[in-house]
């Protein structure tokens, strides 16, 4: 007897270091992605920018306004996975990226992303991005940015349950309240560009940051 309590004490030790050691993360997180919010220097305005992309339509989400980044590998920081992605992407030396820091993250839908700061050293006209990936870039002025207010837009989603749901297991079966998904979509009409969305609400939160509003 005096061994099987010695064993129970030892397995809930061990139970007690795993979760001390443990680091957190959102519940459902299926995929993590790290961006990265690019400025670059204008010369010929004499401006800071914020470099955008519209994505190839070679991959996901064609057409689409983003800023460059991608799925975290194994083994590497979310930073990490920022300025690898930027360097893939806009096809520049890594050295090239120098980050700055780091804003809100976004989790929704099982995925986290999160969102660094980085100054771009070089002409960003001379970039040649990666086509497979990138179909062009373009900027806008951060001083726009900073006096220009999205538009914002509610959209709300339903969720369905699969045919095989067990409804007989929950309080009032099929009629259960499971809410729905309400989304502010943002969208900013600048210079003829559609930025929508995540990267425009990455953009309006970092604006927020800098003016000081809303921590």
């Not at 309590?5 to 959102?26: D, S, T």
């Not at 980044?69 to 090239?96: D, H, M, Y």
């Not at 749901?165 to 099929?174: D, V």
Request: hydrophobic fraction near 35%.
């Amino acid at each position: 007897m005096m061994v099987e309590a010695k064993g129970k004490e030892q397995k809930m030790k061990n139970y007690i270091e795993r979760v001390k050691n443990y680091h957190p993360k959102p519940l459902g997180q299926e995929h993590s992605y790290a961006v990265l919010l690019p400025l670059v220097w204008d010369e010929a305005s004499q401006t800071w920018q914020i470099l955008y992309q519209i994505r190839s339509k070679h991959i996901s989400q064609p057409g689409e306004v983003s800023f460059p980044g991608g799925r975290v590998e194994p083994g590497e920081t979310f930073k990490e996975a920022a300025v690898r992605e930027t360097s893939e992407e806009l096809n520049i030396p890594s050295s090239q990226v120098e980050v700055i820091g780091e804003i809100d993250y976004l989790v929704n839908r099982g995925r986290t992303i999160r969102c660094f700061v980085g100054q771009l050293s070089g002409e960003w006209q001379s970039f040649e991005p990666n086509p497979d990936e990138v179909q062009r870039l373009f900027t806008l002025p951060l001083d726009q940015l900073m006096t220009t207010q999205p538009k914002t837009y509610n959209l709300t989603a339903t969720p369905t349950p699969a045919s095989n749901f067990p409804f007989e297991r929950i309080p009032n079966g099929s009629n259960y309240n499971f809410g729905k998904d309400k989304r502010k979509v943002l969208f900013y009409d600048l210079a003829g560009e559609d930025l929508w969305g995540i990267t425009a609400q990455f953009t309006a939160r970092f604006i927020e940051i800098l003016k000081g509003d809303k921590y």
